[in-house]
Protein backbone atom coordinates (compact mmCIF):
# COMPACT_ATOMS: atom_id res chain seq x y z
CA UNK A 1 0.00 0.00 0.00
CA UNK A 2 1.66 3.37 -0.89
CA UNK A 3 2.01 6.49 1.26
CA UNK A 4 -0.45 9.46 1.14
CA UNK A 5 1.30 12.31 -1.49
CA UNK A 6 2.39 15.24 0.36
CA UNK A 7 0.67 18.27 -0.77
CA UNK A 8 3.02 21.25 -0.61
CA UNK A 9 1.22 24.61 -0.62
CA UNK A 10 1.68 27.11 -3.83
CA UNK A 11 2.39 24.09 -5.84
CA UNK A 12 0.83 23.43 -9.20
CA UNK A 13 0.98 19.63 -9.68
CA UNK A 14 0.83 18.40 -13.64
CA UNK A 15 -1.32 15.19 -13.38
CA UNK A 16 -1.89 12.68 -16.06
CA UNK A 17 -5.29 11.37 -16.28
CA UNK A 18 -6.36 7.89 -18.11
CA UNK A 19 -6.66 8.19 -22.24
CA UNK A 20 -9.68 6.05 -21.97
CA UNK A 21 -9.65 3.07 -19.52
CA UNK A 22 -10.18 4.33 -15.91
CA UNK A 23 -7.51 1.83 -14.40
CA UNK A 24 -4.82 3.20 -15.48
CA UNK A 25 -4.74 6.35 -13.22
CA UNK A 26 -1.85 5.78 -10.87
CA UNK A 27 -2.02 5.51 -7.56
CA UNK A 28 0.43 8.62 -6.96
CA UNK A 29 -2.11 10.33 -9.19
CA UNK A 30 -5.49 9.25 -7.24
CA UNK A 31 -3.73 10.71 -4.13
CA UNK A 32 -2.61 14.27 -5.72
CA UNK A 33 -6.03 14.59 -6.97
CA UNK A 34 -7.60 14.15 -3.48
CA UNK A 35 -5.03 16.58 -1.55
CA UNK A 36 -4.98 19.43 -3.70
CA UNK A 37 -7.55 22.55 -2.61
CA UNK A 38 -8.66 23.28 -6.56
CA UNK A 39 -8.23 21.51 -10.08
CA UNK A 40 -7.64 23.47 -13.39
CA UNK A 41 -9.06 21.23 -15.95
CA UNK A 42 -9.66 21.53 -19.64
CA UNK A 43 -13.54 20.55 -19.76
CA UNK A 44 -15.02 21.10 -16.22
CA UNK A 45 -17.99 18.12 -17.21
CA UNK A 46 -15.50 15.94 -18.08
CA UNK A 47 -13.27 15.88 -14.80
CA UNK A 48 -16.56 15.95 -12.82
CA UNK A 49 -17.16 12.59 -14.27
CA UNK A 50 -13.44 10.74 -13.30
CA UNK A 51 -14.09 12.42 -9.41
CA UNK A 52 -17.67 11.43 -9.07
CA UNK A 53 -15.95 7.71 -10.20
CA UNK A 54 -12.83 8.62 -7.86
CA UNK A 55 -15.31 9.46 -4.56
CA UNK A 56 -13.67 12.95 -5.17
CA UNK A 57 -15.93 16.51 -4.69
CA UNK A 58 -13.29 19.38 -5.67
CA UNK A 59 -13.57 23.29 -6.60
CA UNK A 60 -12.69 23.22 -10.52
CA UNK A 61 -10.94 26.31 -12.51
CA UNK A 62 -11.48 25.58 -16.23
CA UNK A 63 -8.31 26.31 -18.56
CA UNK A 64 -9.05 25.96 -21.94
CA UNK A 65 -7.45 26.97 -25.42
CA UNK A 66 -9.47 29.95 -25.38
CA UNK A 67 -9.27 31.43 -21.97
CA UNK A 68 -6.25 30.10 -20.53
CA UNK A 69 -4.27 33.42 -20.82
CA UNK A 70 -7.27 34.76 -18.73
CA UNK A 71 -6.77 32.05 -15.95
CA UNK A 72 -2.99 32.92 -15.43
CA UNK A 73 -3.62 35.60 -13.02
CA UNK A 74 -6.42 33.62 -11.15
CA UNK A 75 -4.29 30.74 -10.49
CA UNK A 76 -1.39 32.83 -9.81
CA UNK A 77 -2.87 34.66 -6.98
CA UNK A 78 -4.52 31.08 -5.36
CA UNK A 79 -1.24 29.80 -5.19
CA UNK A 80 0.18 33.20 -4.03
CA UNK A 81 -2.38 32.73 -1.12
CA UNK A 82 -0.78 29.12 -0.12
CA UNK A 83 -3.39 26.87 -2.13
CA UNK A 84 -2.27 23.83 -3.83
CA UNK A 85 -3.55 23.11 -7.46
CA UNK A 86 -3.50 20.15 -10.16
CA UNK A 87 -4.17 20.39 -13.69
CA UNK A 88 -5.37 17.85 -15.85
CA UNK A 89 -6.65 17.50 -19.13
CA UNK A 90 -9.42 15.33 -20.53
CA UNK A 91 -7.32 12.44 -21.03
CA UNK A 92 -3.20 11.69 -20.81
CA UNK A 93 -0.52 14.24 -19.87
CA UNK A 94 -1.27 17.51 -20.08
CA UNK A 95 0.37 19.86 -22.25
CA UNK A 96 1.15 17.36 -24.70
CA UNK A 97 -0.99 18.41 -27.55
CA UNK A 98 -3.46 20.04 -24.58
CA UNK A 99 -4.02 23.46 -22.74
CA UNK A 100 -1.54 24.43 -20.62
CA UNK A 101 1.43 25.64 -21.81
CA UNK A 102 1.25 29.29 -21.50
CA UNK A 103 -0.08 28.49 -17.80
CA UNK A 104 2.95 26.70 -16.69
CA UNK A 105 5.12 29.24 -18.05
CA UNK A 106 3.57 31.51 -16.50
CA UNK A 107 4.23 29.96 -13.10
CA UNK A 108 7.87 29.16 -13.58
CA UNK A 109 8.32 32.76 -14.01
CA UNK A 110 6.96 33.89 -10.95
CA UNK A 111 9.05 30.83 -9.30
CA UNK A 112 5.67 28.95 -8.34
CA UNK A 113 7.33 25.31 -8.37
CA UNK A 114 5.58 23.05 -10.61
CA UNK A 115 5.76 18.97 -10.28
CA UNK A 116 4.82 16.33 -13.05
CA UNK A 117 3.12 13.18 -12.00
CA UNK A 118 3.42 10.81 -14.70
CA UNK A 119 1.08 8.68 -16.92
CA UNK A 120 -1.15 7.81 -19.46
CA UNK A 121 -0.16 9.63 -22.84
CA UNK A 122 -1.07 8.24 -26.61
CA UNK A 123 2.01 9.32 -27.83
CA UNK A 124 4.33 6.81 -25.68
CA UNK A 125 1.14 3.84 -25.56
CA UNK A 126 0.55 3.97 -29.49
CA UNK A 127 4.37 3.47 -29.66
CA UNK A 128 4.97 1.00 -27.73
CA UNK A 129 2.69 -1.69 -29.66
CA UNK A 130 3.44 -0.25 -33.21
CA UNK A 131 6.53 -2.04 -33.99
CA UNK A 132 8.10 0.68 -35.95
CA UNK A 133 11.51 2.26 -34.60
CA UNK A 134 11.75 4.28 -31.75
CA UNK A 135 15.30 5.33 -31.39
CA UNK A 136 14.57 8.36 -32.86
CA UNK A 137 10.51 9.74 -33.55
CA UNK A 138 8.64 13.15 -33.74
CA UNK A 139 5.36 14.41 -32.63
CA UNK A 140 3.91 16.42 -34.90
CA UNK A 141 0.60 16.57 -32.86
CA UNK A 142 -2.87 17.76 -35.38
CA UNK A 143 -2.23 18.26 -38.66
CA UNK A 144 -3.77 21.73 -39.98
CA UNK A 145 -7.20 21.60 -41.20
CA UNK A 146 -7.36 22.90 -44.74
CA UNK A 147 -6.17 20.10 -46.97
CA UNK A 148 -3.93 22.80 -48.44
CA UNK A 149 -1.90 23.65 -45.41
CA UNK A 150 -2.35 19.72 -44.49
CA UNK A 151 -0.28 18.71 -47.47
CA UNK A 152 2.22 21.02 -47.35
CA UNK A 153 2.92 19.95 -43.66
CA UNK A 154 3.28 16.45 -44.83
CA UNK A 155 5.29 17.34 -48.10
CA UNK A 156 8.04 18.93 -45.66
CA UNK A 157 8.35 15.65 -43.84
CA UNK A 158 8.83 13.11 -46.64
CA UNK A 159 12.62 12.84 -46.36
CA UNK A 160 12.46 13.03 -42.24
CA UNK A 161 14.39 9.43 -41.10
CA UNK A 162 12.21 9.41 -37.74
CA UNK A 163 9.17 7.66 -37.48
CA UNK A 164 6.80 10.18 -37.63
CA UNK A 165 3.75 10.14 -34.78
CA UNK A 166 0.30 12.47 -35.51
CA UNK A 167 -2.80 12.96 -33.79
CA UNK A 168 -5.97 12.57 -35.51
CA UNK A 169 -9.92 12.81 -35.51
CA UNK A 170 -12.67 11.22 -36.62
CA UNK A 171 -13.80 13.94 -39.28
CA UNK A 172 -10.51 14.29 -41.02
CA UNK A 173 -8.80 10.39 -40.66
CA UNK A 174 -9.74 9.11 -44.06
CA UNK A 175 -8.75 12.12 -45.97
CA UNK A 176 -5.46 12.57 -44.09
CA UNK A 177 -4.64 9.28 -45.09
CA UNK A 178 -5.14 10.07 -48.40
CA UNK A 179 -2.57 12.59 -48.48
CA UNK A 180 -0.16 10.96 -46.48
CA UNK A 181 -0.25 7.86 -49.16
CA UNK A 182 -0.09 10.56 -51.99
CA UNK A 183 3.23 12.69 -50.65
CA UNK A 184 4.91 9.70 -48.27
CA UNK A 185 4.01 6.78 -51.22
CA UNK A 186 1.57 4.29 -50.63
CA UNK A 187 4.04 1.69 -49.54
CA UNK A 188 5.34 3.32 -46.79
CA UNK A 189 5.20 1.24 -43.70
CA UNK A 190 2.43 3.04 -40.89
CA UNK A 191 0.46 1.77 -38.16
CA UNK A 192 -2.82 3.47 -37.26
CA UNK A 193 -3.71 3.46 -33.49
CA UNK A 194 -7.51 3.24 -32.61
CA UNK A 195 -9.62 3.96 -29.22
CA UNK A 196 -6.44 3.00 -27.17
CA UNK A 197 -6.87 1.71 -24.06
CA UNK A 198 -10.61 1.37 -24.61
CA UNK A 199 -13.02 -1.62 -25.24
CA UNK A 200 -12.43 -1.42 -29.07
CA UNK A 201 -9.19 -0.77 -28.89
CA UNK A 202 -7.74 -1.44 -32.85
CA UNK A 203 -4.60 -1.47 -34.29
CA UNK A 204 -3.78 -1.75 -38.01
CA UNK A 205 -0.35 -2.12 -39.02
CA UNK A 206 1.10 -2.52 -42.89
CA UNK A 207 1.19 0.59 -45.46
CA UNK A 208 -0.32 3.54 -45.64
CA UNK A 209 -2.16 2.15 -48.54
CA UNK A 210 -3.34 -1.00 -46.86
CA UNK A 211 -4.15 0.69 -43.31
CA UNK A 212 -6.73 3.40 -45.34
CA UNK A 213 -8.69 0.84 -47.27
CA UNK A 214 -8.99 -1.36 -44.06
CA UNK A 215 -10.63 1.50 -42.18
CA UNK A 216 -12.33 2.15 -45.24
CA UNK A 217 -14.34 -1.51 -45.64
CA UNK A 218 -15.98 -0.43 -41.97
CA UNK A 219 -17.08 2.91 -40.90
CA UNK A 220 -17.32 2.34 -37.44
CA UNK A 221 -13.11 2.12 -37.66
CA UNK A 222 -13.47 5.69 -38.59
CA UNK A 223 -14.60 6.67 -35.47
CA UNK A 224 -13.07 7.84 -32.51
CA UNK A 225 -9.18 9.03 -31.58
CA UNK A 226 -6.51 7.95 -33.53
CA UNK A 227 -2.85 8.21 -33.25
CA UNK A 228 -1.02 7.61 -36.98
CA UNK A 229 2.37 6.32 -37.19
CA UNK A 230 4.40 6.74 -40.04
CA UNK A 231 7.67 4.99 -40.66
CA UNK A 232 10.96 7.34 -41.69
CA UNK A 233 12.62 7.94 -44.88
CA UNK A 234 14.72 4.56 -44.69
CA UNK A 235 16.84 6.26 -47.03
CA UNK A 236 17.22 10.32 -47.36
CA UNK A 237 18.85 12.59 -49.22
CA UNK A 238 22.70 13.46 -47.87
CA UNK A 239 23.16 17.24 -47.64
CA UNK A 240 23.63 18.65 -51.13
CA UNK A 241 21.93 15.88 -52.92
CA UNK A 242 19.21 16.65 -54.59
CA UNK A 243 15.65 14.20 -54.66
CA UNK A 244 14.23 14.26 -58.19
CA UNK A 245 10.64 12.80 -56.59
CA UNK A 246 10.18 15.46 -54.33
CA UNK A 247 11.42 18.06 -56.63
CA UNK A 248 8.92 16.71 -59.76
CA UNK A 249 6.54 16.95 -57.73
CA UNK A 250 6.64 20.77 -56.86
CA UNK A 251 7.88 21.82 -60.30
CA UNK A 252 4.55 19.55 -61.83
CA UNK A 253 2.48 21.52 -60.06
CA UNK A 254 3.31 24.98 -61.85
CA UNK A 255 4.75 23.68 -64.85
CA UNK A 256 4.59 21.72 -67.96
CA UNK A 257 6.71 18.06 -67.81
CA UNK A 258 9.44 19.01 -70.26
CA UNK A 259 9.96 22.19 -68.58
CA UNK A 260 10.49 20.83 -65.34
CA UNK A 261 13.07 17.94 -66.75
CA UNK A 262 15.26 20.67 -68.16
CA UNK A 263 15.35 22.61 -65.02
CA UNK A 264 16.00 18.91 -63.17
CA UNK A 265 18.39 18.38 -65.82
CA UNK A 266 20.51 21.62 -65.20
CA UNK A 267 20.32 21.10 -61.50
CA UNK A 268 21.44 17.63 -61.47
CA UNK A 269 22.98 16.87 -65.11
CA UNK A 270 21.12 13.89 -65.27
CA UNK A 271 19.53 13.16 -68.68
CA UNK A 272 17.52 15.42 -70.08
CA UNK A 273 15.33 12.74 -72.06
CA UNK A 274 15.04 10.49 -69.32
CA UNK A 275 14.04 13.24 -66.99
CA UNK A 276 11.31 14.09 -69.61
CA UNK A 277 10.20 10.57 -69.43
CA UNK A 278 9.97 10.40 -66.15
CA UNK A 279 8.28 13.32 -65.84
CA UNK A 280 5.25 12.21 -68.14
CA UNK A 281 4.84 8.91 -65.81
CA UNK A 282 4.81 11.10 -62.62
CA UNK A 283 2.74 13.28 -64.33
CA UNK A 284 0.04 10.57 -65.20
CA UNK A 285 0.01 8.70 -62.01
CA UNK A 286 -1.28 12.35 -60.47
Do not use: W
Amino acid sequence: MTSAQVINAGTLYVVATPIGNLADLSDRARSVLAGVDIIACEDTRHTQKLLQHLGLRKVLLSVHDHNESERIQQVLEHLQQGRSMALVSDAGTPLISDPGFRLVQALSEHSHKVVPVPGASAIITALSAAGLPTDRFTFEGFLPHKRGAREEKIRALVNDPRTLVFYESKHRIVETLAVMQAEFGADRPAVLARELTKTFETFYRGTLASVSAAIQVDADQQKGEFVVMVAGHDNPPTAGEIDTDTLFKLLLAELPPKKAAAIIAQLTGDNKKALYQKALELQGKA
